[in-house]
């Protein structure tokens, strides 16, 4: 794909959608980034719904502290792997009072050093807290990358480092929120909704349906 493309894709995402953001609820860096945690696996909705109650009761790492393990299981038990994930939010709420005066830093490295969070993680908080232009590959991404052409790569490490090389700078603050959307709601991984895709016209994938009416 050349970069004239590229960038027609960046210009109609962010025309349909000028400032696209996390279907995650939070307040706080803190509670985004347990968010971010329970949604490995889980739907945005189903996080939601579980943190809409956790948060009132445990929306900061103190909070989360007094509420202990167990207490934080009663409140996650409708999302999947949610035993795991309860123990690496207490390990994780536990360093960042003990490293970081209970702040969610603002580095990678500090993200990383943190009990279940990897570089995905660390991305969307990063992006999403802090504005840095760093793009998350999820499964999403990952799809529409390869399957238009955008940035094609073997592993989410490499297409990331893809697209952050070739997405034009003026549009990797939102990259990742306006690829991630497309996925979820136009470019399903089952039935992409080809004939409805505002980026039919540019897209390289070899079996895409048919085109929508041209765009003015």
């Not at 985004?32 to 579980?50: F, H, M």
């Not at 690496?88 to 702040?103: D, F, N, P, Q």
Request: glycine share 6%.
């Amino acid at each position: 794909m050349n970069a004239a493309k590229r960038r027609a894709i960046f210009e109609r995402l962010k025309a349909a959608n000028p400032n696209p953001s996390t279907e995650l609820d939070y307040a706080t860096p803190y509670q985004l980034l347990v968010a971010v945690v329970l949604s490995a696996q889980a739907t945005d909705k189903g996080v939601n719904k579980a943190t809409a109650e956790l948060f009132r009761v445990a929306g900061t790492p103190q909070q989360m502290l007094a509420l202990g393990e167990e207490g934080l299981k009663q409140y996650i038990r409708s999302i999947g792997l949610y035993q795991t994930k309860a123990r690496h939010i207490m390990a994780l709420t536990r360093l960042l009072i003990e490293r970081h005066g209970g702040e969610v830093p603002g580095e990678r490295a500090a993200l990383e050093a943190l009990p279940g969070v990897g570089r995905k993680t660390a991305n969307v908080v990063l992006n999403t807290a802090f504005g840095h232009p760093v793009i998350a590959v999820d499964t999403h991404i990952f799809r529409i990358a390869n399957r238009t052409g955008l940035a094609r790569g073997k592993t989410p490490l490499s297409v990331e480092r893809a697209l952050s090389r070739l997405t034009p700078p003026e549009y990797r603050r939102h990259a990742h929120h306006w690829l991630i959307l497309h996925g979820r709601y136009v470019c399903k991984a089952r039935k992409p909704d080809c004939p409805r895709c505002i980026l039919n016209d540019l897209c390289e994938w070899k079996e895409k349906h048919a085109s929508p009416t041209p765009n003015p």
